[in-house]
């Protein structure tokens, strides 16, 4: 039985699905994520009982786009090890992806945790961190 209280599913609406995958897709599966669903509109990916659900928004829905700092979610944080975090802060290089708080990285999130924060295609924030 799943414990009471535990995160069942995150579903998030994007501007570009193929983009999302993409780069979802990779990431997901370095932090043990394997695809689980996929339909014409979407695509979840699920790690045990948890799992994380991508949707292509409707193009009458699009506008005002996401932003982070509008209501409404504003990151998706993970945690990992701290040599996950440098393999992916190198892939993440590779990919050209935006790492946000560079000035302060590898410890943006406070002096005891090691973490790494980055864009996703539609900006969205993520964070890898390892206490």
């Given at each position: 039985?799943?414990?009471?209280?535990?995160?069942?599913h995150?579903?998030?609406?994007v501007?570009?699905l193929?983009?999302?995958?993409?780069?979802?897709?990779?990431?997901?599966?370095?932090?043990?994520?394997?695809?689980?669903?996929?339909?014409?509109?979407?695509i979840?990916?699920?790690k045990h009982?948890t799992y994380?659900?991508?949707?292509?928004?409707?193009?009458?829905?699009?506008?005002?786009?996401?932003?982070?700092?509008?209501?409404?979610?504003?990151?998706?944080?993970?945690?990992?090890?701290?040599?996950?975090?440098d393999?992916?802060?190198?892939e993440l290089?590779?990919?050209?992806?935006?790492?946000?708080?560079?000035e302060?990285?590898?410890?943006?999130?406070?002096?005891d945790?090691y973490?790494?924060?980055?864009?996703?295609?539609?900006?969205m924030?993520?964070?890898?961190?390892a206490?």
């Amino acid at each position: 039985m799943t414990e009471i209280g535990l995160l069942h599913h995150v579903e998030i609406y994007v501007d570009d699905l193929e983009a999302t995958k993409n780069f979802w897709g990779w990431l997901l599966s370095r932090l043990e994520y394997a695809a689980f669903q996929e339909w014409d509109a979407g695509i979840s990916y699920r790690k045990h009982d948890t799992y994380i659900v991508f949707v292509q928004t409707e193009t009458r829905h699009k506008n005002p786009r996401y932003h982070r700092c509008r209501s409404g979610l504003n990151h998706l944080a993970f945690h990992a090890s701290k040599e996950l975090i440098d393999c992916i802060e190198a892939e993440l290089r590779d990919r050209s992806v935006t790492i946000l708080y560079e000035e302060r990285h590898p410890y943006a999130a406070g002096d005891d945790c090691y973490a790494i924060f980055f864009e996703d295609p539609m900006r969205m924030k993520v964070e890898l961190c390892a206490y």
